[in-house]
Structure formats: structure tokens, C-alpha cells
């Protein structure tokens, strides 16, 4: 039971619209046969040999359709969904096993072995369980043109039999009314899951699209950034060598020029990658809050972002991120409150949210929190986080101002290698 409830959990919304479809799906045959088939036909057989065994053989052969049906409505929905083929087979197994129950309606009809009423729930009946497959299985023209047939099939077999009532007309209704409601019940639920399936492939191919819009934006920008300076490194690198060939003291210059120009490209290659990381935290709050409630879960934002240092809106907007993602993918939250506070000391950021299952086991953080760990502890941040009672709770703070780094300066780099050139040169 355990196992079952942590795969709930873990499945997707999708995946649980797509289970409680299937589990409606099995249920209604069953329904329908207790319903329909084998409680009035069984209560209402006349107490005679041919009777009682035309009427139980049909309630087996009921049971028997509720169970095949069960196997085929989950190949013909991963037909209509296009993951699989068509189940003709098992299809055809359904369809002999219509035919013998309206058979054996049609027989018990013929003995007077039941009472009208009856018979025409269990030819309600009969028809149900091939009709629920049939409707996943092939387009909406074709399913009604194959009910027709049926239709028309069982009022000829019952004309032939002798009946020649108005009897003939309701069994024909019926079986198209059977028709109808096993295409309602059964093709608009389907369709409903293959939109929603066909926006979750469309949402993954937007991911990956935006993605690799990303790689080549950085790709230009570290072209951009990187190709002029290389060619001048290699061009000074080329005029430093022919200098040092003929001994001229000018080639240290040059290749401190080039010092200078590789390190001014690792500079700027840095604040490449930093603007690519870094993440503005009214963006991440108000991003946040559109995806959680796009969701169905309610989301409440207090606080403003205006005025932090970009290091601390980086950071916090990180955590922003991550845990709107856990609230999606983790439980299933119906509501999510983020609160920012902000002092003149310290800025703290709360993200807490209900439909937690169970309580984090402890040593299992996942790599998200130990990411957002270490971003935090850039600007001497902490994180912690809790989970009880069905909430799960995410802090997180930093002090609002960066502390100043004491001690004397440094000289920078290039000043470094342009000293040590000067002191080596002639």
C-alpha cells in the first residue's frame, strides 16, 4: 500500500488524469454488469431447465466480456494515443463474445425465458463492453457505420427467429443507445488525455528549443568576446618570437601586452558565465508565481526585491527556482506562500507549501538543495529546510550587504607581470 502511494505521488499530473481514466474505464463494464445483466436477467429467469441455462450461460459470458474489455480498453487507448497498434485481435475475441451474448438474449426471447425488460438491459449490455474497445480503437465514422451494422445484424437475426413485434425496433435503440453512450463515455476522455499528452511533448520541445537558443546565444557571445582577443594574442604572440629571434628587447613588451590581453579575456569571459548565472529575483518571484498558479496551486508573494545587491537577488532567485520546481514536481500542493523580509542586517526568503506526503528523510537533500547550498554559502547564506503535518518549508538567508574584505591591497595582475617585464628587460 506504501509502494502504491509513493508511485502516486511521484507520478505525474498527467500520469494521475491517465490513471483514474483507466480506473473509470474498468469500472463501468462492471457496473453496467451488475446493473444490466446479470442481477435482473438472474432474478427474473423463469424456473425452467432452458431458461436457467440459456440465462446463466449468458451471465458468464457477460462476466467473460468484462474481463476481456478490461485487457482491451488499455491496448486501444495506446492506439488512439499512438503509442501501440491496433489491438485487432483482442478486438475480434470482443466482438464473438457480443455476438454470443445477443445470441443468447435473443434465444431467451424466443423461450419466453425472461422478462422482456430484462432482455433489453442485457442487449444494452451486450453491446457495451465491445463498443468502450471499438471507440478507442477507430475513427468516429467508422465506429458509428460498425454500430449500424450491428444494429441491423441482431434485428435480422431476431426476425429470423420469429419476432416480429415492435420488439425488433427497441432492440435496435438499444443497441444503437449502447453504441452512443460507450463513444461518450469512452472517446471524450481519450481525447481529453491525448491534448493534454500532446501539450506536455509540446512543453519538452519548447524546453529543449530554448535550451539550445541558449548554447548558441552563448556560443556567439564567447565568439564575440574571445575572437578579436585571440587573434591579437596570436598575431603579438607571432611578432614577439620574431623579435626574440633577432634579439630585440622589444618582444617583452609584446608578450606582456599579450599577458595582459589573455587576462583581460578571462575577465571577460567570466562575467560571460556570471551574467548567465546570475538571476534576477522579481523575475524568479513573479515567474514563480504565474507557473504555480498556471498549475492549479494558489500562490501568495509578499515582499519586494528593490534595492538587494545583484549578488543576493542571484542567489535568493536560485532558491526561488528550485523550489517552485520541488512544489511541481513533489506532492500535490494546493497552495504555496513565498515570503521575502528584509532588514538592515539580513534578508530572508520562505517558500512553504501543503500536500507533502511524508516528512524528508534526513541525508537525502538531493543535489537542487546542495546547489543552492553552495550558491548561498557564495554570498555567506544558509538554507534550511523543514517537513511536517503535510507542509514542507524552504529558508533561506543572507546578509543583505556583502561584508567589505579588510587588508591591504594587492597589486593587480597585469601591474604584477608588468614589473617582473621590467625588471628582466635590458
Not at 467508422?142 to 434485428?155: C, D, E, K, Q
Not at 538571476?279 to 498558479?293: N, S
Request: proline share 4%.
Amino acid at each position: 500500500m506504501r509502494r502504491l502511494q509513493r508511485d502516486w505521488h511521484s507520478s505525474s499530473k498527467i500520469q494521475k488524469v491517465e490513471l483514474q481514466s483507466m480506473a473509470m474505464w474498468h469500472s463501468m463494464p462492471w457496473l453496467f454488469f451488475l446493473s444490466w445483466a446479470s442481477l435482473p436477467v438472474g432474478l427474473s429467469l423463469r424456473h425452467q431447465t432452458i431458461p436457467l441455462v440459456l440465462g446463466w450461460t449468458l451471465i458468464a459470458l457477460a462476466a467473460v466480456q468484462c474481463v476481456h474489455v478490461n485487457r482491451t480498453i488499455r491496448w486501444s487507448l495506446d492506439h488512439y494515443l499512438k503509442r501501440a497498434g491496433m489491438p485487432r485481435r483482442d478486438l475480434a475475441v470482443s466482438a464473438v463474445l457480443m455476438v454470443l451474448v445477443l445470441g443468447l438474449v435473443i434465444a431467451l426471447q424466443i423461450v419466453d425465458g425472461a422478462e422482456p425488460e430484462t432482455l433489453v438491459l442485457a442487449s444494452l449490455f451486450g453491446v457495451v463492453p465491445y463498443a468502450m474497445a471499438l471507440a478507442f480503437a477507430v475513427p468516429v465514422r467508422s465506429f458509428l457505420i460498425r454500430i449500424a451494422v450491428i444494429a441491423v445484424a441482431a434485428v435480422a437475426a431476431s426476425a429470423a427467429a420469429g419476432i416480429h413485434d415492435g420488439r425488433l425496433l427497441g432492440q435496435a435503440l438499444v443497441i444503437v443507445l449502447a453504441g452512443l453512450i460507450s463513444l461518450v463515455s469512452s472517446r471524450c476522455g481519450a481525447w481529453t488525455l491525448a491534448v493534454m499528452w500532446e501539450s506536455e511533448r509540446a512543453r519538452e520541445v519548447e524546453g529543449r528549443l530554448a535550451v539550445a537558443e541558449e548554447r548558441l546565444r552563448f556560443g556567439r557571445d564567447l565568439h564575440d568576446v574571445m575572437g578579436r582577443n585571440l587573434a591579437v594574442i596570436a598575431l603579438k604572440s607571432e611578432l614577439a618570437v620574431q623579435l626574440a629571434k633577432r634579439g630585440r628587447p622589444e618582444a617583452v613588451d609584446q608578450m606582456v601586452e599579450v599577458q595582459r590581453i589573455a587576462q583581460e579575456s578571462q575577465r571577460e569571459v567570466r562575467e560571460v558565465v556570471r551574467g548567465y548565472r546570475e538571476a534576477d529575483l522579481a523575475v524568479e518571484l513573479a515567474g514563480a508565481q504565474g507557473v504555480l498558479e498556471a498549475a492549479g496551486i494558489a500562490c501568495r508573494v509578499s515582499g519586494s526585491s528593490a534595492g538587494l545587491p545583484v549578488s543576493v537577488q542571484s542567489a535568493l532567485g536560485w532558491v526561488v527556482r528550485e523550489a517552485a520546481t520541488n512544489v511541481l514536481r513533489h506532492g500535490d500542493a494546493q497552495r504555496c506562500d513565498i515570503t521575502l523580509t528584509i532588514t538592515d542586517e539580513r534578508t530572508s526568503l520562505v517558500v512553504e507549501n501543503d500536500g507533502v506526503p511524508d516528512a524528508v528523510p534526513e541525508g537525502r537533500q538531493g543535489s537542487g538543495l546542495e546547489g543552492l547550498r553552495e550558491r548561498l554559502a557564495a554570498v555567506d547564506g544558509t538554507l534550511d529546510f523543514a517537513s511536517g503535518d503535510g507542509r514542507f518549508r524552504l529558508a533561506a538567508q543572507v546578509p543583505t550587504a556583502r561584508p567589505r574584505q579588510d587588508g591591504p591591497q594587492q597589486d593587480s595582475p597585469q601591474q604584477v607581470s608588468r614589473q617582473e617585464a621590467e625588471r628582466v628587460a635590458p
